[in-house]
């Protein structure tokens, strides 16, 4: 069997899992009667600080929920140009709630509250664009797996409540930054005004995320989650998932984090310039190729021949990510593959 290496998302759910998920207690979640929904999100609230949580099919959901919240049609959300919002959401917050965006180059993905604060127009009145939300994504998927350094948050805090813009976070790979940091949830999620949290990437549930915010906001969210088609039924089996996955798969995503600095060690001793493997903090190895005669879709395709799939994100970047499903077995064979394939670029 290959050794998928292309996303987190491409876990399958364990037996364990998958019991528990077959004897989850459901009910209509749409009229809020789904005890295992109910016990789901009041779960990841009271984790993150938050008052009230939303269960979405997906991450993308959870976002766009989460933008809404903060700013109307005609304003405008900022964030990095590398943001999954901006980037991997298809423009869902201009086709569905008429947000506008603007961003700038943020190397790795690493917030710099500086170029925050040029960039933001407050309450700009009938000349420019009003900025009402700025986005920060940890860990920065793009970026490499970035940790966003939690004085860097707290300082974004304190400035965007001076100016009275909202912060929503990205924080599908909020676990991955938590293990490797020991920052509890709760005090990255306190520093914002709502988070979204992926259960279907590392944790290795099949499907779902939660939206975290105010009861009110949730309230709202819930609205726009069912005029989206998202308002779910017996979805507890779901949820069931995501609870299993909270309790049994959060620490083990260090060993995640152990294997990335493996194959970053491995790529980089073998291609000098790859990868800077002090730079992969958590599950994602981002692989430059312009060091080398690679191109990004010709090397895919090899490592693909030698049992290895990669993610291909850009004409000579390809992106390795680890997960519940390749073990140390699985990432020593991956490392020879690849670094085999480095080691012997094409003329
Ligand atoms: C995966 C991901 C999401 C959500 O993706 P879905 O496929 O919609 O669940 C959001 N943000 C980041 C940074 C992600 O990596």
Redesign the pocket.
Known sequence: MAIDLR?D?VTKPTAAMRTAMASAEVGDDVYGDDPSVNALEARVAALLGHEAGVFT???????QLGMRLHAKPGQEVATDLQ???VR??LGAAAAFSGITSRTWDAPRGLLDVAQVREYVRPSAGPYLVSTTCVVV?N????GGGTIQPLENLIELRAFVDSVGIRLHL?G??LWNAHVVTGVPLATYGELFDSV?V?L??GLGAPIG?VLVSSAANVSEARVWRKRYGAGMRQVGILAAAGTYAIDNHVARLADDHVRAARLAEACASAAPGVVEPSYVQTNIVPLDLTATTWDAATFAAAARERGVLVSVLGPRFVRLVTHLDVDDAGCALACEVLAALLGSAPN
């Open positions: 996303s998302t099919p997906t991450g993308s959901l959870a976002n943001a999954h919002v991997a959401e994504e860990t920065h998927n793009f990205d599908a790979r979204s992926c279907s990437k995320s």
